[in-house]
């Protein structure tokens, strides 16, 4: 197909719908406002971090509070009359013959030329009771997200033996005071011996529930016992916090997210994807990143299918 046909067919009332407003979303409406591309953002609303209290490691904007930085970016969009934003969750997409038509869950309805795909990834927690209510607030996952702030202090890893070694290295990097908490399961004796050379303690015992607020979180074990700690770090598992990639037909990754080649598309032709789902190292610099990264490679696309 000549580029003109491929401009051609899919021709639509925008030029970019882009699916998500989180640091990767909202980065890439930035760049596609500014390069006067008719687009529209839908949002629910939902950002990863929202239940956190502050964001770091973003240049120039370390501490500031995950609403701060979305709002901030709103409101910078604002200036570019092509970028409209609707609140509102996406629930269907499908690609025609003219272009990708995006479905709200309220019955509004666009269609564009290039699709996005910025719908982030969600947290699963272990199913210890107690922790869900805690989380971001002395629950915590990432180290370079909230690990100096627990720097020294006494904090709890709870993970499975197959993968602790790993996550205690770097939080014992952050803090000596550490105690591995296995949930029921037996740590080897190996590398059971390894942590008590480093005056890691390791508790197997199963974890009835965790009570009180940060910096006193109390872990309750199924034996009675209790363990007092400042934070409490958790391993994850991540999932997709949207199925609409896989329901057009997009390729997935594995575990989680969606296989796009160096210019961020997926291996629907016209649809991207960026953030959390699309790019190593979940941080909110590396979303925004890719983000940007997108929305030049989407310009670019359209700018060749115009020339
Ligand atoms: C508790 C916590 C704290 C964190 N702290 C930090 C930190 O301090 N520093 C840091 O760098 N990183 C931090 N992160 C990681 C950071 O949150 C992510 O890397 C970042 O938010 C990814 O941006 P994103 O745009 O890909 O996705 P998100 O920010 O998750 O945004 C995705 C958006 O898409 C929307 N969406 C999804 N599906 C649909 C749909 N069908 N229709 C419409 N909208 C949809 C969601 O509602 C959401 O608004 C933290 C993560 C967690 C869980």
Redesign the pocket.
Known sequence: MSAADKANSLAGDRDVIV???????LSAALYLGRSRRQTLV????????A??H?????FSRDGAT?AELVADARRQLERYPAVEVWR????TVEKGPSGFVVRTQDGRQARARRLLF????R?ELPDIEGLAER??NGVL??V???GYEIADQPVALIAAPDIAMRAVASVYQLTQNLVLCTNGEAMPEAEAGQLARRGIHVVEMKIDRISGDAPDLRLMFADGSELTRAAVFVRTILKD??D?PARLGCELDTPYGVVVGLDWQTSVPGAYA????AAPK??????AAS?AQAAIAINGDLVQADW
């Open positions: 699916i998500g407003a989180g640091p990767a979303g839908v949002d629910a609303g939902e950002p990863r971090n239940p956190a502050s964001a770091h490691g973003v995950p509102g969750k996406a629930e910025a719908t982030g990834i947290d989380w971001a996952h990432c370079y997200c909230h916090a949207s609409l960026a953030g959390d789902i979940d941080q909110i610099i590396v979303a983000g």
